[in-house]
């Protein structure tokens, strides 16, 4: 048996809005399994998994890994109608905050991030996401690390969106030599930004250390405006770090944006700035 399966982090939390899809998947691969006439330990046999494991799955409270859906599809013979589950369960194993923000991402028109500690998640390789959770303290899980890291690959499916949001991006100029993961894993950091910079709907700006005048401060800042006139923001340094959706405190959020944007390299000596550092990393 495969016991690695039942390690933690896949859990269901009942609370969850996405407890009902995952299961309702759990109905239906219990269905399948009994219209093959399979006990638990049987599948179990067949497939590599534990009896317990399949028990959590069959009743909801567990959510099954990818590999696991196409096993049972291939011994329940269900011609890829097990398999089709993968992407619903591949975003309800995502925690519930990160499943919001994705949503939130993928209905905006525009967006606009400054950061100052790190390369701002839609931006991220892969390896620079794994070696940047790594630095979390208490230290996350390797499942709960391997759960995030997937996520924001998949929040970076807005970049295929159609019609295409305006996207900013403005970086500390920190951010960019920092070599979180390594020399290695930073370079190829690096080329990254310079292949999205490319993006006509992309503007990536870097805020050198030497500026004198930074509006900036008060750390993160982010938001999102969306294609009725809503919008939301958040600072790091106001209103408690919170979401905000009040006009008069996303006026101050935007109104220090610009201000940034302004200060900060324009996109065009932001992309000569990054191949520089990318030669001297």
């Not at 975003?91 to 990160?98: L, V």
Request: aromatic share 4%; glycine share 8%.
């Amino acid at each position: 048996m495969d016991d690695t399966t039942d390690e933690p982090g896949w859990d269901v939390d009942p609370q969850d809005e996405i407890a009902p899809a995952v299961e309702m998947a759990g109905a239906q691969l219990k269905a399948w399994r009994e219209g093959a006439e399979l006990s638990v330990a049987e599948l179990g046999r067949l497939i590599g998994y534990s009896e317990d494991l399949i028990r959590k799955v069959e009743r909801g409270a567990r959510i099954p890994r990818p590999e696991y859906l196409d096993k049972a599809d291939r011994v329940l013979e269900a011609g890829g109608r097990i398999a089709a589950m993968k992407k619903v369960m591949a975003e309800a194993r995502y925690p519930k905050k990160i499943r919001e923000l994705k949503k939130m991402e993928s209905q905006a028109v525009e967006l606009q991030m400054y950061n100052n500690h790190n390369i701002h998640g839609l931006l991220q390789t892969r390896a620079y996401a794994r070696a940047l959770l790594g630095t979390q303290r208490p230290a996350y899980t390797q499942d709960e690390a391997q759960r995030m890291v997937d996520a924001r690959m998949d929040r970076q499916s807005i970049f295929d969106r159609s019609p295409a949001p305006e996207l900013s991006f403005i970086q500390e100029e920190v951010t960019l030599r920092r070599p979180i993961g390594g020399r290695m894993v930073l370079r190829r950091q690096l080329e990254r930004l310079l292949e999205v910079g490319q993006l006509r709907n992309v503007e990536i700006q870097v805020m050198p250390t030497d500026r004198e005048d930074h509006a900036g401060m008060k750390g993160l800042m982010e938001v999102l405006k969306f294609g009725d006139g809503r919008a939301l923001g958040r600072c790091e340094g106001d209103f408690n770090g919170r979401p905000v959706s009040d006009p008069k405190q996303l006026q101050i959020i935007e109104l220090r944006y610009g201000i940034i944007r302004g200060q900060a390299l324009t996109p065009r000596e932001s992309m000569a700035f990054i191949e520089q550092a990318l030669g001297e990393t």
